[in-house]
């Protein structure tokens, strides 16, 4: 068990290494790319220890795949698009005279994105509730709550790495 976590850590920190890198290729197209990578990334990696974690069967997994790849598919495309809806309305407000109908055209935007990806999410549990047996369901509880936690802790360490000052040089 305990190397599973360890070898999940490092799959993340690897993630976490491809989102910095990301972050140091500026706003452009390089660095938006890297970000993708890294969201299609963690979305395959969610979906292959999901499968671990539920035990699921063959026939559950080929009814299952089609569906959340879909769904997440889908929810990148939302989020990629409420981004550049939040960068925008960045501009908008820090301009000394912003125009007030655009920003409202943002917010919009931007709350209608939140629901299209709780429309998403509503789907997905749905699926789950007409696919998985209710012991896999708990599972799925439980799987969500220990990976979302896995994941902020494992972002908090890379940030901690990214921000910490190289130690001093070791005296021989």
Not at 16 to 21: I, P
Not at 98 to 127: F, M, Y
Not at 134 to 160: D, P
């Amino acid at each position: 068990m305990k190397t599973k976590h360890v070898s999940l850590a490092l799959a993340f920190l690897v993630l976490l290494s491809g989102v910095a890198f990301g972050q140091g290729q500026g706003q452009g197209q390089g660095g938006g790319q890297n970000r993708q990578r890294v969201r299609e990334n963690l979305a395959t990696l969610r979906l292959l220890r999901l499968t671990q974690a539920l035990d699921l069967t063959e026939e559950q997994a080929a009814k299952f795949f089609p569906t959340i790849n879909r769904i997440e598919k889908d929810k990148i495309k939302i989020q990629r698009d409420m981004t550049a809806d939040i960068q925008k309305l960045r501009q908008l407000v820090a301009e000394p005279a912003p125009n007030e109908a655009e920003i409202g055209v943002r917010i919009k935007s931007i709350k209608d994105a939140q629901r299209l990806a709780r429309q998403k999410d509503d789907e997905l549990e749905s699926h789950l509730e007409s696919s998985l047996t209710t012991v896999q369901k708990a599972k799925y509880v439980l799987f969500q709550i220990e990976f979302y936690r896995m994941l902020e802790q494992s972002l908090e360490r890379g940030r901690m790495m990214r921000n910490n000052s190289p130690l001093a040089p070791i005296k021989k």
